[in-house]
């Protein structure tokens, strides 16, 4: 091995410890509910999106779902990714696969770009969430739809950018 990719190499384990420790300190800390919500609000998790994960009825709109569902993947809470999704378009069977793919990220941020005004049956956000993936960073653009089901608001499908 040449002493280049020696140091490739060192940086590759130096930043998936790094990725494993961040997402380590995020459970951690919203456990102890001590920590800022990772959606972005300057609300401690406990207070913000911590009381959705608890409680789904407690969601009031598109924006409150949008939120406490990227603050779900910064957490790999399957259960409320799962929940929150419409049962039509529910990803069951990749369930592993995007547990594993959250685990494998570091969340660097939410930015909602657009949240319309939802009529009581439908609404829109707009959204980037950034992140980091071997060490590059990336994002998602997209424009998400929701809908209500069984009385709480629930994501049904997104238009990626
Ligand atoms: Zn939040």
Known sequence: MSKFSKLVQKQKENQSSKKHRFNLEARTNANREVVLCSCGSNKSYKVCCGVFHQDILKVQTPLELMKSRYTAYVLADIDYLL???????????EADEILQWTRS????GLEIVAAPKPTNKEGFVT???????????????ENSRFVKENEHWVYIVGQHS
Request: glycine content about 4%; cysteine-free.
């Open 83 to 93: 929940k929150s999704h419409h049962s039509s378009t529910r990803p069951i069977k």
């Open 105 to 108: 990220i570091t969340w660097l």
């Open 127 to 141: 959204f980037k969430a950034h992140f980091l993936e071997n060490g590059i960073k990336n994002n998602i653009t």
